[in-house]
């Protein structure tokens, strides 16, 4: 570069320089989370620093390298993020639901003694003449509320059919007043109420039918107090096609779930009854049933003429530390010290409070917020997360270069992901087999095993291609699979250990892994990166400053020039596609020896698509490739943590991906228009190395004759 050209290009330059910087300073203050002594107390934070200063270089090079298209990289992503940001709200519009339904809890708190204690159907048990204390049970009374009309069966009745306990009861009105009595049970009787009765010693009052709304006392006691016998025995009060006028004691919670999901019938309101005494001080209490439950309530109560006695929305900070545990924040409802006006039966009412327009608008606004802050931010805000950012980072920044290979090549071939495979399973499979070896030796030979093999399966559609014609994504996808069930194949046949439980093989030895630079906790980042250093620097000379990247160029700008002017396009194109192989299969060698540290199934899972994206991106400029593949994988990893923290599917990131993808191939009908005016006028435009095409122009006589 001249001074002249360089003093036109300062201003960019010093820009570019500024935000590489700020780049760094952010994602080093953000990962240490803005403190000095986290970072100074972290290990390897030297490295992370460094890493970091190589990510704030990436910018650089990316802003200097596509200058004013980087800004359009930057807003189609932007477009995309705000597109996704879009889905996310769509995914979050039932967000405020979480206010109306859940599981919940109604209890009436009081000091008094309560006016029943049953209600039809309860099982009250006592254990009769226990000859362990010093007055003996002889005689229990039980009050439940009844109600005129209701046909009713009292039971006493001894749960050991061999104890010698004879019982005998008694129904009592309000007024204490003797309505029916029994002293056994009749061989009929015995049939009908066979899961309770035992023996003929049992009592029963049978189908006897109230006279009035009240209350009403069960009285059970052996038939003769002198008698030895000693046992359990259990009082209950069946209902013959009545249900009990209340539902609830005093201090007992009930509940159930407001609508619950896939419900057929989902509860939208609950009414539970109790029986209170006059001058019974109580407070209602609507809760949560959970702490993690954000059901917002709303009760009230009702007295036995139906008329509202009390109700409530809420509660205060100082209601909800006075009730904990029952009551967790203020969206729960409390009717505190309320006095009974009269005794007889009351109903709690409660139900969540009805949603409105705005709070369902402000609550999709705050989730989709919330997620996006995660998503954008999630992986700088632990050490292990930006660990995991580079390792993503580091094997699509390796895609991104083999595919801008061939891409540059007008190739559009898709084989990064077989020649990942079989890179990931000659890297491994020579270190299983000698994991005795020297790391100083194993190592390298490993890398250029994985090399090779990628660089031999990324021959074979060049060699299709070539001359045979056959379409290259058409090969390319073929082959991907038949690699996947190479590899898959022999990590099951052969390299899987007998006691494994998945499809899996042996843990390298250490002489075979790639040596790390920083170590969170297990997760690492390894020397990879500055071999990626070496790899971006030998592709930028292979395809700028070598005749066969000049070939490569001249078939991707026109092949029927490059054809005309003397270039061997069939050579090039094979060995465009298996260099792109190669570096492919170094991909697939970090996989296996920085990152798993062993061979597992769908050791890719798609990488090599990814790989696409990145290239696209960068514009297939090897200098602009660890940019863009930091982006994508920096996106890559929000998914992933926002999918967990925020419980939003990273399906969403794929609708960024395919928005990118789209707005990135729409430059086609750039490329359209410009390729017919350099058809009109008899020139070809090549790439000088800037990223822009136009930098040199060649009328098509001057390319064909050098």
């Known amino acids: 570069m001249n001074q002249r050209h360089f003093s036109r290009h300062l201003p960019l330059i010093a820009f570019s320089v500024l935000i590489g910087l700020g780049v760094m300073f952010f994602i080093t203050y953000r990962v240490f989370g803005g403190s000095w002594e986290t970072m100074t107390n972290a290990p390897n934070y030297v490295s992370l620093i460094i890493v970091n200063a190589l990510i704030g270089f990436c910018v650089l090079l990316f802003v200097v390298e596509l200058r004013w298209d980087a800004l359009r990289v930057i807003l189609t992503v932007i477009f995309a ?4 940001g879009l889905v996310t709200a769509v995914f979050f519009l039932d967000a405020a639901n979480k206010y109306v339904q ?22 009250m048990t006592e254990l009769f003449n226990n000859p362990n204390v010093d007055e003996p049970v002889k005689e229990v009374s039980y009050q439940f509320v009844g109600r005129e009309g209701d046909e009713i069966a009292v039971l006493a009745y001894v749960e050991d059919r061999n104890a010698d306990l004879d019982m005998a009861v008694a129904l009592l009105d309000a007024n204490d007043e003797v309505l ?55 009082v209950v009060v069946v209902s013959e096609g009545g249900e009990s006028p209340v539902d609830m004691a005093y201090n007992a919670p009930v509940g159930a779930t407001f609508n619950a999901p896939n419900a057929s019938d989902p509860i939208t309101e609950a009414a539970y009854r109790f029986a209170g005494s006059r001058g019974d001080v109580i407070s209602v209490l609507s809760y949560a049933a959970r702490s993690n439950v954000a059901v917002d309530l709303e009760v009230a109560l009702v007295g ?119 890179g990931a399973l000659a890297a491994g499979a020579l270190v299983l087999a000698f994991g005795d070896l020297p790391k100083i030796l194993l190592v390298p030979v490993a890398l250029l095993s994985a090399a090779t093999a990628g660089f031999l399966w990324g021959l074979v559609p060049g060699v ?12 390319t996808l073929m082959l991907n699979t038949v690699a996947a069930r190479f590899y898959e194949m022999v990590i099951t046949e052969q390299l899987q250990p007998p006691d494994a439980g998945f499809t899996t093989s042996d843990w390298f030895a250490s002489n075979g892994l790639l ?106 400029n090897p200098l602009v ?81 050098g």
């Open 81 to 84: 993020l705000l597109l996704g």
């Open 102 to 123: 859940g599981e919940f809890r109604v209890q009436v708190v009081s000091d008094a003694e309560p006016l029943i204690d049953m209600g039809y159907g309860d099982r």
């Open 180 to 234: 029916a009595e029994a002293s056994g049970a009749t061989e009929e009787q015995l049939r009908t109420f066979r899961r309770y009765l035992k023996t003929e010693n049992d009592a029963v009052i049978e189908s006897f039918v109230l006279p009035a709304d009240g209350t009403y006392s069960v009285v059970a006691r052996m038939e003769n107090p002198d008698s030895d016998a000693r046992g359990e025995a259990t």
């Open 304 to 422: 036995p003429d139906g008329a509202v006695l009390a109700e409530s929305t809420g509660s205060t900070a100082e209601q909800v530390a006075a009730y904990r545990p029952n009551l967790n924040s203020e969206r729960d409802a409390i009717i505190e010290g309320f006095t009974l006006p009269a005794s007889g039966i009351y109903t709690v009412r409660t139900q969540p409070e009805p949603l409105t327009t705005s709070m369902r608008i402000s609550e999709t606004v705050s989730q989709t917020a919330d997620a996006y802050e995660t998503f954008l931010l999630g992986p700088l805000s632990r050490q292990n997360r930006w660990v995991i950012w580079m390792r993503d980072a580091l094997t699509l920044i390796m895609l991104g270069l083999a595919i801008a290979i061939v891409f540059r090549a007008e190739q559009f071939s898709l084989g990064a992901d077989g020649q990942l495979y079989f």
């Open 464 to 475: 299709l291609k070539a001359y045979l014609g056959a379409n290259e994504l058409v090969s």
């Open 515 to 620: 040596t790390p630079i920083i170590d969170v906790a297990g997760d690492q980042v390894t020397i990879a990166v500055y071999l990626l250093i070496i790899l971006v620097l030998i592709t930028w000379v292979l395809i700028q400053r070598t005749p066969l990247g000049y070939e490569i160029r001249m078939i991707g700008a026109n092949i029927k020039f490059a054809n005309f002017g003397g270039v061997n396009s069939k050579r090039t194109i094979m060995l465009a596609m298996a260099i792109s192989g190669a570096v492919a299969g170094l991909a697939g060698a970090h996989l296996a020896m920085g990152i798993h540290r062993r061979l597992i199934l769908n050791i890719s899972l798609g990488l090599g698509f990814e790989g696409v994206v990145v290239a696209l991106l960068a514009r297939n």
């Open 625 to 705: 490739v660890p940019f863009t593949g930091l982006l994508y994988a920096y996106l890559r990893t929000g998914a992933q943590v926002m999918e967990r923290d925020a419980n939003v599917s990273s399906e969403v990131v794929r609708i960024i991906q395919a928005v990118v993808i789209l707005l990135i191939t729409a430059d086609a009908l750039v490329a359209f228009f410009r390729q017919r005016r350099i058809t009109r006028r008899g020139t070809i435009e090549l790439d000088d190395g800037s990223g822009e095409a136009g930098g040199l122009t060649a009328s098509a006589q001057e390319v064909a004759h």
